[in-house]
């Protein structure tokens, strides 16, 4: 039976996801597909790595250096987070915390990376032929939140944030093969996105990229639609959902060390429903 695993990501809020994924490390657990947009395909790279406890510091420690995210870089070079810092600078074999590039290639989880295409706004599913040792451009790209950042280029094409294309892609993963699929959102489940600053960033984007602004305008409405998606099939046996029952004041960029440690938490809390879903089957 082949497994699916889904993290959407949500900025700094993943590092609840990041807690389930840790549980699952410690217990074994391993899944056939996953699939990671924004954040979530950092988690996801450093799960497929083996690398227990390695998101854990990207958000409760680098996160916080001015080396990685400022209102210094967004004056200075436009981008409120420096991509190449924590995918370069931190995760390459010289840095500080190298990626397992090695582990990732050679386990034999299927690894799609989210992100949407600039010019079009459609989504593209990055796989790990697209990733090389120190060369994780497709993070970046799946990572860079419209206004917040300016689209990242990879083999001359820009991308912005795997959000706006596909939000919480649970169809794909049925389509990629998936019998079972463990969804990690990073808010409540009961609680729908709202457009919040979607529209205001969409006016700034969209006299360069029209189709971005328009797929950025329709992210909460598909959000929603994918979580809808997710709990119908949640009704058949077929996916769970695991979420926060609150995300203790963590919202995106949210630098707060000890609400981020609590979001932590309730990650490992919740992990042992990822395993009670597999077990099940």
Do not use: W
Not at 195 to 214: K, L, V
Not at 253 to 271: I, M, P, S, V, W
């Amino acid at each position: 039976m082949k497994t699916g695993i889904i993290d959407v990501g949500g900025g700094l809020r993943g590092i609840y996801a990041a807690g389930v994924l840790d549980y699952c490390m410690d217990r074994g657990i391993s899944f056939d597909l996953g699939i990671g947009i924004s954040a979530g395909s950092a988690n996801l790279a450093s799960f497929a790595a083996h690398q227990r406890g390695r998101n854990y510091r990207f958000y409760t420690d680098y996160s916080f250096r001015r080396e990685y995210m400022g209102m210094g870089d967004f004056l200075k070079s436009g981008s409120y987070i420096n991509m190449d810092y924590p995918y370069s600078t931190l995760s390459n074999a010289d840095g500080e915390d190298p990626l397992d590039y090695a582990a990732l290639r050679d386990n034999p989880m299927e690894l799609y990376v989210v992100a949407a295409d600039a010019e079009s706004g459609e989504p593209r599913y990055f796989t790990k032929d697209d990733l090389a040792q120190d060369s994780y451009d497709v993070l970046k790209a799946s990572c860079s939140l419209p206004f917040v950042c300016p689209p990242y280029p990879v083999r001359g094409r820009l991308y912005y944030d795997g959000a706006l294309g596909d939000p919480v892609p649970v169809e794909r993963a049925f389509e990629l093969g998936c019998e079972r699929v463990v969804l990690l959102l990073t808010k409540p489940e009961a609680v729908p996105r709202r457009s919040g600053n979607d529209e205001r960033f969409a006016r700034m984007i969209r006299p360069r990229y029209p189709a971005a602004a328009r797929a950025l305008r329709m992210r909460a409405s598909r959000y929603n639609a994918g979580v809808f998606a997710a709990q119908r099939y949640a009704l058949e046996g077929r996916c769970v959902i695991i979420s926060p029952d609150d995300t203790c004041g963590v919202d995106t960029l949210t630098r707060d060390r000890e609400a981020l440690e609590r979001l932590y938490e309730k990650g490992l809390a919740d992990g042992p429903k990822v395993e009670a879903f597999l077990a099940g089957g």
